[in-house]
């Protein structure tokens, strides 16, 4: 249906600056929990740093799997394991094998183009989103998928690459004297949900603000540059859309089905979570809007100049044609022209002309086209 | 993806007067519960007013938070403890240690881009709502975030700023007579809800004049500064959407979580609250449509009018452009033309032309141009 | 935000026809159950009408409130209590007080801007909804609320004016061999609510028509007057769909609630009833389609013939523009042009031009634009 | 609001085929039940058909309704009463009084703009929905109101007018060995069902077909009257919607509802039924999305068609004016132009403008107008 | 309603590439359960192919329906009987007379438009839908309806034509070492259906790329082939949507109802299979924005094309229509015309006409026309 592309095109959306997205490599024929990661490979060596804290002490330490397995923080305390790569499968087996993962939730995890969700099993709980990241409007969406395991006390989270949004997380840990440091692993797994969804509340201003400069820019200079931006960022707010609108479902799956593995204690904070994002989703539909409503903006200021430029041409027309035409009449070589012998034949016509200048600019602001 | 904001646009945004909406100093990584007002320091000092009354007598005065914690007040009758000011976090804190209040609910009143919502704690009713003032359709709207904690027979109300839609209620409590003095803490909440919610009528009345009025405006006279007031129209209703919508949900529940906070003698108001409520919606969902309704409007005269134009075009040049070129005819300086020298060729040509102007007028009437 | 509407503005509104909304008075801070008649005061004298019946014999008289209070019918037969005028609060006030029903209900009856609902009291029923009449296509929308009690034996109406919808249902009460001489006062209130809905069908009917003749108008003859007319007819829609819609919620109710009020034997007509109510509702949004349809149809039709316009424009401009320049060529007065003193010069580019002419001709006719 | 229908647009309503919708007669005040044929009078004779049959024989006649009555096939094997003549309201009256309808049942199947809806009674159930008929897409959708009451092991059929979708189940019937002799009436009720379902199916198809048309005829000849057909078939899909939404409901219901008028063997055929139900549904909503498509599509070409246009215009006017322009100057009659006099001028312009047409060319060219 | 389509239309769908659709011969008035095959005959010969295996041993032959009846693996372990060709009914009225499968179950397998469904019988489960492939971009769509029988140890499969996508399970299958060799014919069945809904996923992403390449060309090219592209890209989507929607709720049942048939063990996998379809769904609702998007795209390219060609006429015509009046004035033959006579009166001319020339450029800049 649809001819080659042919280079030229390509070499356009270059120009652009479409990139092709990448082709999620869907596992076709695999058979289910096949652990093959999705993503683009970003990063060389995978990374397990182990934090496990008491309202005593805090440890942190960089490990290999092999030193994860018997650790002796593992049965003690809180402890949070922060695995960063997902390219490295074998990594992953060994973690499910040894910490009773379903084959399935491994296969979710490295799936990078996973739909965000929260899964209850009889003695961990998963769960999957995107992280996102936009730190000021000028910057691009970075986005990343990072899944929790919540098993007992301990607390997994994997991520595709280097850099995440839980640096302040961090920093509360560090202080012995903060609330997170007397409570446990559920609490945790909330303060990086929550660390998680604030950053969408940023990512969201700065889109917000990226459609007030568009607008901005479609009054002063509308033009195919707006138009096309314009629907780049329409397009960002459906992929964005794409990871934010299950985030209402995952959060507010938490309070129902979570019973056994988040404590009393902890979920009023799910619920004020739960709130901030229904904000998350309802602002983003705000923008929604409101893109759309720039789109409408564009078009109509495009029409207004249109209508514009065509009075413009109208009124110089419809002054200059009638009196182009009566010079054309003088200008005739006919032998009998008896005007022409007029003494002030000439002075009447511009005479004549003049008056019908000024009866046509009465007649245009009358008509409000001046 | 998005160039730099260049100096022009925020000049350009200043004389369309955009105000930068202030950026929601979202907390990020803070923990739950972080007392930081979101908002504008709108004012230098916190106020405490206490009123409390009975149905026989009503006291009012301004308090410290000192005071407050000692009053005598505090035990006896209905009492209605009026905060005007956020920005003081300390105060708060206080309040919210001495009378048993949830950190959460605290940092939902000094959020003050807080979504409308009412919480059901075992010992207090928690509402937030956006309180907006419009008195007439040239002022802007007037936003402020006001909570409510009901805890048996006291009332606070939390008020960014000063001025509110309270005043007729405070008449009403200054009559003994009033069926407000007979009543509990629940019905001075209600009615201060149906005040907030009263509003509302009022400042969509001015809304729906503001449209008609841009509606006029289209009609008289289309151009860019209606079309420019019509998307700020549009997004004022986008603004208010936001803070209306969460209304029906929040009223709503009253009825059916708030068993223990309000009275049975108080619940039918409530459910007429309620419908208010819901009239509310429906209206500005109205407003909604009508919005659109004058920006098709607008882009349909637009069209209307260049129709017009064009057809004026159109008609001048059809006319002219023909006899323009008869007359280039006879203006051609070739030595054997021998209609130039026929004794009446002229008046001939004249004569032509003056038929083919009549022809083409009737030809233009049939085809209803003229 | 928006400028002072100037007086031009009102002018022109004068001038089509566009009648300020009666503002409604909402009553600010005013304690619930505030007896305020929103509506205009539209006749002199409160009219209060009784008329009762058995299947022996009917009774009909106009009383003072004086007389009804003590009147010898209400504790027998079915009792029509028709109360025409509600600006005078304290008829009510008094019907209120004797016959018990509830200050909110009151309340509800003198706002007549009131969604219609129905609510179910321990010993009463009271629905409110708007009577619409609208008798030939060419007659305005005439819209009056009127309140329904059914208490016991007696049913009360309140209407805001002289004139109702009732003719046929007192007709059928004249006859003492109909079903309704034979049945209660529920069976009387169905009577009068399906006469109400019907009443809903023959607006819907004309308002159609008006919908067909601005199609045709459309058709026929495009532009501003017609655009005006059918923006006109889209929020005479708008505002009947307020009224029409809550209707469904009204008649659906009471099946469901009105367990006591009404008797098993009048039950499968509300249902019937129901079922009009909905055919309303779905008349009405086919109706909303076709008026968009209809100024989707209008804008097509005007865009082709502009399509057509510039057609001509471009047909006389591309055959007589070149033309033109030809003539203008060799009206040139070098001296060395040796075109023009050749014999046939002249008749050369005649031939020239002709056979131009009827190129371009054909060039149109086969790109279809002849 | 809307002035007088004129003449002149009655007469195009007429020419454009706009038929005049029958207005239904809604019977305002008139007692429920009341026996009013709403639709046109059809023909002139009521006819009723009386098919009996069981596995050994079948029965066919033509009968009076006394005969009816008093009929012995009544009470033994499966009776199908096909009524065929609706505005002999006496007839129907009969059949109520013997049957033990009720009234409002009869009411419902004379109302020729019923709602289809099916209701189950103690005794009998009663199903009424529209039967269409469009054996080609060049002929006209034939509508007619279709009722059916089953009542134990007769089935009464209420058609408006002869010819009916029922002669393949008639010729079921005839031969002995086929299913649907082993069966009761409920069998032969979903036979006649499946019948009228199956048809919508073949009105669709050609209301499909009609849309591929309209839409080939767009592409190929783009003009009011395309757009005209175009407006006629989204009406026709919006009626067809009216009758065909409802449908869903009715159907969908019997399994629900009709416990006891449905054996458990044909409840699988309903089920079966449902799911064909919901495919039309399904495929009148994609009509209606590829209706709005093809208006869409119109609209575009259109524009595309006016871009096209004012490219030849710029074109033409673009390079014929400026030379126009250099011709007139060399026409001017100043005493003193010394470029009259070179010898080779007249030749260097001609050359001039030349260049400049060459040059206009590949601009055009650059800018992708040629 | 619609002429006769006339074989210009004919020719043009011919070379538009519009193939008619197949029409669904619609069996009207058969009874219900008719065996006839509503596709087009695909092949000759109806292929049977039965793998049945276990984790010892695996067995391949192609059989004949008689061999079939007898063969001794039907007793024994997991047996897949893959049916490639359903022209032939014969052999499916065998098959279901053998196997105990209800004749409304073979009638929807060979109704090639069956709405894809999932029914659970006493001892079987049934489930139909369409197996969809579109290997790269430049390839057409090529749909298959497939069904399911899985009755205890037995799995059948019924094919229209040659070719599926299930090579990568018959692959798993050859392997003795694969979990799919340990588990029951349930756990096939998710295999398989897992590799159709895969290949939706292969499919959509192709869509995706096509809309991608169109909007390229909108951008670059934008005429009336992308705009035939984008409608008939668009009525594609459609047609998937039609396939995909009810996937949703076939998937989704399973789990609810299909407690007997699908062993604990399996469950897991589908709800894997479940989020798998909700991702199909909303990438192909995506892909539906995405194409309305690029059609907008489209429009407003095409708008702001016309706006510019409109711009580079009005200037042209601006500057050049006021001097050709000049011109021609000075072309006119009075004899009484002193300028004419001026010494340098030509060159002030000249002179006058490039001051004009300047400030309309001026102007044209200032008004950012150029
Ligand atoms: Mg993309
Ligand atoms: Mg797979
Ligand atoms: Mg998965
Ligand atoms: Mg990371
Ligand atoms: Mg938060
Ligand atoms: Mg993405
Ligand atoms: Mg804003
Ligand atoms: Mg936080
Ligand atoms: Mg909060
Ligand atoms: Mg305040
Ligand atoms: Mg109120
Ligand atoms: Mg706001
Ligand atoms: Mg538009
Ligand atoms: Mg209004
Ligand atoms: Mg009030
Ligand atoms: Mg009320
Ligand atoms: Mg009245
Ligand atoms: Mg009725
Ligand atoms: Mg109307
Ligand atoms: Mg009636
Ligand atoms: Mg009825
Ligand atoms: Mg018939
Ligand atoms: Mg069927
Ligand atoms: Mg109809
Ligand atoms: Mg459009
Ligand atoms: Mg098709
Ligand atoms: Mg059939
Ligand atoms: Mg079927
Ligand atoms: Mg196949
Ligand atoms: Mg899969
Ligand atoms: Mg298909």
Redesign the interface.
Known sequence: ?????NS??KQ??KL?G?KKKK??A???????GSLIYTGDKKQEIVTITLISYDNQSLHEEKVAFEQLEQHPMLLRNVVWVDIVGLHDVKILENVGKFFGI?K?TL?DIVST?Q?P?LEVFEDYLFATLKMIQCPS??S?IDEEQVSFILKKNILFTFQEKKGD?????R??LADPK???RQRGADYLL??LL??VI??Y??VL?NVGE?I???E??A???P??EV???L??????I?DLR?SIYPLREVVGSFTKYAEHQISDEVK??IR?LY?NT??VV?TME?FR??AS?V?????????????N??????I???I??????V???????????P????????FY??GGMGISVVGMLIFFRFK??L
């Not at 596992?27 to 289910?32: Q, R, S």
């Not at 200059?320 to 035409?325: A, E, K």
Request: proline share 6%; aromatic share 12%; charged share 25%.
């Open positions: 249906m649809c001819a080659k592309k030229s095109i356009f959306q652009l479409i082709k999620p869907h596992k076709i024929g695999l058979p289910p379903h399935l296969e183009d739909r969700k409007p000028e691009p949004v839980f640096q302040f997380v920093e509360r903060r609330p997170i909330y303060a929550d660390a604030d950053n509340f940023i201003e990226r007030e400069d568009l901005s820019q009054m002063i200079n033009g195919n138009l096309n931006s629907y780049a960022q329409r397009r960002e459906m794409r009023p904070f004020d709130e229904i904000q309802e705000i809007d409101m409503g789109l409408d903006l564009y078009m109509n200021i495009i029409s207004n100049r249109m209508n430029v065509m009075k413009v041409l109208t110089i027309s419809t200059f044609i009638p009196l182009s035409f010079a054309g009449v003088y200008g005739m070589n006919f032998d009998n022209m005007e022409l012998h007029l003494k002030y034949g000439y016509v511009l409000k086209w």
